[in-house]
């Protein structure tokens, strides 16, 4: 499996014309859910709150920005760590969300293609977050637990004070606050494993993108 995640990265990374498709396919993404899906919630919430409210356009930016950095040599471990971590939660967080949604409503309703491409997108958007989870390399305990930490915050922040993603009715916020927290819990935990085994597979990682740097964080 392993060695298949090398080669998707590589052919991605190795392929200008690929890479900066999947970059712009990001930002497209980025944009369209910042401004559409999440544009109006932000208008109506405090600056503040505003870090934690568009959690997938934000994961795509933060992907976005770690692999042009990894691609020219340029990673940082603990950033690399974060965009992950954004990608795998709220692309799988998406995906059981609408899966959810269709549990209860079925696939009859009239924004169903819409809402079949945020599915589709969004396991796309996990995918890239198993990729960033390779790239982390060797990193020190206490960016690890800086990461989870955010990640933990945003839990607080979108159910305790009420700033979460826009639900459907077919969704109770009691489902999508679990989801979030076991997500949150898994990923930190893999989070805390990962770079010791990435560490023991050597140099593949640095292979495929030039000498990444990283000193611990």
């Not at 603990?78 to 696939?107: D, E, I, L, R």
């Not at 599915?119 to 995918?127: D, E, K, R």
């Not at 790239?135 to 922040?157: E, K, N, Q």
Request: charged residues 10%; glycine residues 12%; aromatic residues 16%.
């Amino acid at each position: 499996m392993l060695r298949l995640i090398d080669w998707v990265y590589g052919f991605i990374t190795k392929n200008p014309l690929i890479f900066w498709a999947c970059m712009l396919t990001n930002g497209v993404g980025v944009i369209w859910g910042g401004v559409v899906w999440y544009g109006p919630m932000m208008l109506e919430s405090p600056l503040w709150a505003w870090p934690f409210i568009p959690d997938c356009p934000e994961a795509a930016l933060w992907a976005t920005v770690a692999l042009i950095l990894l691609r020219y040599g340029r990673g940082r471990g603990w950033f690399t760590a974060f965009a992950a971590f954004s990608c795998v939660k709220y692309g799988v967080w998406t995906v059981m969300f609408w899966a959810k949604h269709w549990s209860v409503v079925g696939f009859a309703d009239p924004e169903f293609p819409l809402e079949l491409m945020l599915f589709v997108s969004h396991m796309g958007l996990t995918a890239e977050g198993v990729l960033l989870a390779t790239r982390i390399g060797p990193l020190a305990t206490p960016p690890r637990l800086g990461v989870i930490g955010w990640y933990a915050l945003s839990i607080f922040v979108d159910y305790g004070l009420g700033f979460h993603p826009p639900l459907t009715d077919a969704v109770p916020e009691a489902y999508v606050f679990w989801v979030a927290t076991v997500l949150t819990a898994l990923i930190g935990a893999a989070l805390l494993v990962l770079p010791a085994a990435a560490t023991q597979r050597g140099g593949a990682p640095a292979t495929l993108v030039g000498r990444q740097r990283d000193y611990g964080g």
